[in-house]
């Protein structure tokens, strides 16, 4: 055989491999998609139905009954908990890449980009380890109580507010996540910037904050945007440290901000396992929808990042 | 073309010279621009105080639960050692390693030497769509097709082939980067030397491209060090060592150590979950380290 | 480095990191190796067994593992697990789907209600099946409620939002709580009833943890909350110092779970259990009884894959059931549980022994 060939054959295991993930995954869960209908994301029941009763008939189907599967709380918990964790993550990127880039001078700055970078690569679960042991007692027992009293205006953020487990520690611990990859991509692209555009400014009489505000950053806009999408992907499909901090709440919306959620990675950890319980078989394909649903929006968002951040490849280029 | 604000007062037009009005307005400027960055600043500051408080708890509380018998003893239930979990750990990195490092440079060497291809680009295409799937997912299928339906069990096959997945679009986009580094008039040289494809690519791109790679790998590896989510469905646990089989044999690894004794009520059990933690936080910040320095150094 | 060189250092690597994978597993070719996961509740037991068990024998590794009730049934059912430990048995629907499945009755545990008030912890509040109910329902929403107050009459209980704690994962004891609640309420009954896993009613602030250790994290990390613990914690549980209820039992007196209340509830229950195990010894009658106790189960697959783990797992449980291994005092005592009686250890006995490796011949 040619070399090309027998190489096109060794790298075609990789798109193999994920067409054939996201083949399984659809036809896995194609029972469960009928059976589940639209509601499945309009719904805010999870329930296998009483286990210990007899199974009953519905929709062509032999399932326990009472069983109903909606992950409408799921799909808000993994939205809110991202959208949280960009709100935080994103300026706080875009402060530390202006200020890497600009304020720290060459040699420390290697140094420091360095250790923001290193961030990146601690694993979720020491991240879930550290909200756990650190995050939650300091956020039930100080921080809660100081953000309920002090913004008892503002309705999302009013008591109750129960412990530490809950949306806004979930969305603290993937904004540390998610940081260091805004920071060290934006970083990156502020160093690209021509300095011919900040002699011109400077020339212009503006002061070196100006300079970077209203000059630099603009021009970095497509990265920032591209980052921030691909960090938003990042944080979507974010199992451990979710599942350590986030209180695992089951059936119902988030009232408050300080109230547990549940995320569909993480759900999807916790009822694995048990879903063989369930002698329809229903339960264990409804997590295939879940995690198919999971992949179909964590795709999407990454597809636009990669997107996004090509255009600006080729357009500097 | 780019708007530049340029800081033009309109009392310059026509003249200048520093009048009152337009020194406040500098004044305020610089205040704005201080303000600025000491937001900046800050926003650096809060994330190396949360950095650095995360990398303390591990380390202290990491060090501290470290003990000989973490290295010489097997699980005992929630006390005991992590010589199982470590040597999990090391089993599944290497044995995805072994499954993604061919399939993951095969598919990069493809991408880079005949990109203008139609497979070149649904490759890197669907490269792209593998990155975008959370672990969990990847987890799933592993757990569904090769321990439920294909009857292997909790084992070392359904852990590496499911983590080698999770690898190959990083290492595959790291050696076409490091591919697209080699200079054309290399490949050109020996092509019109008479060399055939297979010695283009391997004794010549490769070679040039190696630091690039093996960077890539390094930080797969470290990736594979540290997942949780599909390994708790395909590796399972074992409180022992591997028994060598490839199926139906679960296998210890640290991460599980981490998630599920940090919650136990019994000092033993917390420690070896900071033991654990310690262990793989180091592996991981050492892997990087030793990775961002091979780059830097070509 | 040329390039050959560096083929040969790869090569070698690979070849150094395979032999010392192979050498660091010293297995004996006669070595079987067993996996327990499931219940949180038993798991503390088995931690205490299987030491003391591969002492006596070498040969024998079991891992244990607490994943809940659930993860045990199923992974028994789906034959990744040997042994599921269970504080459930399992469901009609599924015994029918799989009649090869054996319930092995292990020991007689129960479980505590604790909760968390600051001042009250040592006071013992007295709860009922209806008020527990109402509780989790979200509908007594407060720790002054009328009905609460009614109960314990002379306790200054707190004007505060009850923190409701239940568990997420397949749960041994969300099984035998929810059937505390519903023999005792038929509203509950009637929405909810009982299951390892059920869709728990949404209460604001309602939190799930994962295990008993998760529980008791929970409980201990929120105040004015209440979860529902296996016995075998209830050494954590004081050290802890949070508090336990007084249950109302089937003859309306209100116990506190111990060594006697528990006894006295297994007498009373044990003659209504079943040739195949399956039996709820919940509501047990007498005024010492104490309301949730049940059997600690073995879910094991009746015909295993092969006939060494067969026979390994027919030896270590009748090892665990025997009144001088398993099912001693030095052991129980520390989780609290009590033995088997004579007659349910002979059950359990039969049931053992219908465990078969593939290849051997139908017994019985």
Redesign the interface.
């Known amino acids: 055989m040619r070399f090309r060939t027998w190489l096109a054959l060794v790298a075609g295991v990789l798109p193999a491999s994920i067409v054939a993930i996201l083949a399984f995954l659809a036809s896995y869960s194609w029972p469960a998609i009928r059976f589940n209908g639209w509601g499945f994301v309009t719904r805010n ?4 139905g ?6 009953i008939t519905r929709g062509g189907v032999q399932v ?1 009954p ?1 069983a ?1 599967y909606g992950i409408l709380f799921l799909i808000v918990g993994t939205l809110l908990s991202t959208l949280i964790a960009l709100i935080i993550a994103v300026p706080v990127g875009i402060g530390t890449a202006v200020f890497l880039a600009e304020a720290v001078p060459g040699r420390l700055r290697l140094w420091v980009s360095f250790c923001v970078e290193l961030l990146a690569a601690v694993p979720s679960v020491v991240f879930g380890l550290w909200g756990f042991a650190v995050l ?2 300091l956020l ?1 027992h100080y921080v809660f109580p100081a953000f309920a009293g002090a913004l008892w205006f503002v309705p999302f953020f009013q008591p ?1 507010y ?4 809950g949306l806004l520690t979930a969305g603290l611990v993937l904004s540390l996540m998610i940081v260091p990859l805004i920071a060290a991509t934006l970083r990156d692209a502020i160093v690209a910037e021509p300095m011919v555009v900040r002699e011109s400014a400077a020339a212009l009489g503006a002061t070196k904050f100006e300079t970077v505000w209203r000059v630099v950053l603009p021009g970095v806009r497509a990265v920032l945007i591209g980052v921030t999408i691909l960090a938003t992907g990042r944080a979507l499909g974010e199992t451990m440290a979710v599942l350590m901090v986030s ?6 919306l988030p ?1 408050n901000i300080y ?2 959620i ?1 995320t569909m990675a993480a759900f999807i950890v ?2 694995l ?5 369930d ?1 329809s078989g229903l339960a264990v394909r409804s997590l295939a929808e879940v995690a198919l649903v999971l992949s179909v929006i964590s795709i999407a968002v990454n597809s636009a990042a990669r997107f996004v951040l090509y255009k600006t490849r080729t357009a500097r280029a | 073309m780019q708007r530049v604000v340029a800081a033009r007062d309109p009392s310059t037009i026509g003249g200048s010279g520093w009048n009152p009005a337009r020194l406040a307005r500098l004044r305020r400027r610089r205040a704005r621009g201080i303000i600025g960055w000491g937001l900046c600043g800050l926003a650096l500051g809060l994330l190396s105080v949360a950095m650095l408080w995360i990398l303390l708890l591990v380390f202290w509380r990491g060090i501290t639960a470290l003990r000989p018998e973490i290295f010489t003893h097997v699980t ?3 006390g005991g050692g992590l010589l199982n979990a470590i ?1 999990g750990t ?2 599944i990195g ?1 044995g995805s390693m ?1 499954l993604a490092i061919p399939l993951g440079v095969g598919a990069g060497l493809y991408i880079a030497l005949f990109s203008y291809t139609w497979w070149a680009k649904t490759i890197r295409f669907l490269s792209d769509v593998l990155v975008g799937v959370p672990s969990i997912v990847l987890g799933y299928f592993g757990y569904i097709t090769m ?2 339906l294909a009857g292997w ?2 084992s070392l096959a359904a852990a590496a082939i499911t983590i080698g997945i999770l690898c190959l679009p990083y290492i595959c986009r790291s050696t076409e980067l490091a591919l697209l580094q080699v200079p054309n008039a290399l490949k050109e040289a020996a092509y019109a030397l008479g060399a055939g494809d297979g010695r283009v690519a391997f ?1 010549i791109a490769l ?1 040039a491209a190696l630091p690039g790679v093996l960077t890539g790998i390094l930080l797969a590896f470290a990736i594979s060090i540290g997942e949780t989510a599909p390994l708790i469905y395909t590796a ?9 089989k490839f199926t139906h ?2 296998l210890g690894y640290l991460t599980y150590a981490i998630w ?1 004794f940090i ?4 000092a033993s059990a917390n420690a070896l979950a900071y033991a654990a933690a310690f262990l793989v936080t180091f592996m991981v910040l050492l892997i990087s380290i030793a990775a961002r320095t091979a780059m830097s150094r070509r | 480095m040329s ?1 050959n060189r ?1 083929r040969f250092v790869a090569v070698g690597i ?1 070849a150094a ?2 032999g010392l ?2 050498a ?4 004996r070719a006669d ?1 079987v ?1 067993l ?1 327990e996961t499931g219940s949180s509740l038993l ?1 503390p037991l ?2 205490l067994w ?2 003391a068990y591969s002492q006596a024998h070498p040969g024998v ?8 009730s ?2 045990g ?3 028994a ?4 697990a040997q042994i599921g430990a269970s504080d459930a048995y399992l ?4 015994m ?2 799989h009649p090869d499945m054996l319930n092995i009755p292990l020991a007689i545990s129960s479980q505590m209600v604790n909760y968390n008030l600051p001042g009250l912890n040592g006071d013992h509040l007295k709860l009922s099946g209806p008020v527990l109910a109402g509780i989790y329902q979200g509908k007594i929403k407060t720790w002054n409620d009328a009905a609460i107050a009614k109960l314990n009459p002379s306790v200054k209980l707190p004007d505060h ?1 009850i ?1 409701t704690i ?1 568990r ?3 749960s041994g004891d969300t099984f035998i709580f929810t059937q505390y609640l519903s023999f005792s309420t038929p509203d509950w009954m009637n929405d909810i ?8 009613p ?1 209460a ?8 008993n ?2 529980m ?3 409980l201990k ?2 105040e004015y ?1 209440i979860a529902y613990i296996g016995i075998s ?1 209830k050494k ?1 549980i004081e ?2 110092k949070l508090g336990e209820a007084a249950l109302e039992n089937k003859a309306g007196k209100f116990v506190l779970s111990s060594a006697r209340t528990v006894q006295a509830a297994a007498a009373s229950k044990i003659t209504d259990t079943p040739k195949d195990g399956r039996v709820s010894l919940i509501f047990a009658p007498g005024d010492d009884s104490y309301p949730i106790i049940n059997y600690e189960y073995a879910i094991v697959k009746s015909r295993q894959s092969n006939a060494a783990a067969a026979s390994t797992l027919k030896a270590f449980l009748s090892w665990a059931i025997a009144p001088d291994g398993g099912n001693q005092a030095s052991f129980l005592d520390q989780v609290s549980f009590v033995a088997l009686p004579e007659q349910v250890r002979q059950l359990s006995a039969t049931l053992i022994n219908q465990i078969q490796g593939s290849g051997d011949e139908a017994r019985q």
């Open positions: 029941t999870w329930s296998l009483n286990l210990y009763a007899e199974p326990m009472g109903h939650i007692p039930g109750p129960g412990s530490g487990y209180g695992n709440a089951l059936n119902y009232p109230s547990p549940s916790s009822q396992d048990s879903a063989l319980q002698p | 005992q239930g929630t040597e090391l089993l290497v072994l321990v439920e069990g909790f004794q070679p399972g646990w074992s409180d022992y060592l591997w028994t060598g044999a679960p599920a919650n136990e009520p019994f | 390039i560096r690979i990191g395979l994978a192979g660091a597993a010293p297995a070595d190796t996996l798991y088995f931690n299987v030491p590794k079991i891992t244990t593992q607490s994943t809940g659930g993860t049934i199923s992974e059912v789906s034959g990744l469901a009609d629907a599924m029918k789907q939002p923190i239940h997420t994962d397949g009833a009982y299951g390892t896993t059920i869709s728990w949404a604001p602030g309602a939190i799930g943890a994962t295990g250790q998760g008791i994290s929970a990390g929120n909350s914690f954590a050290d802890e």
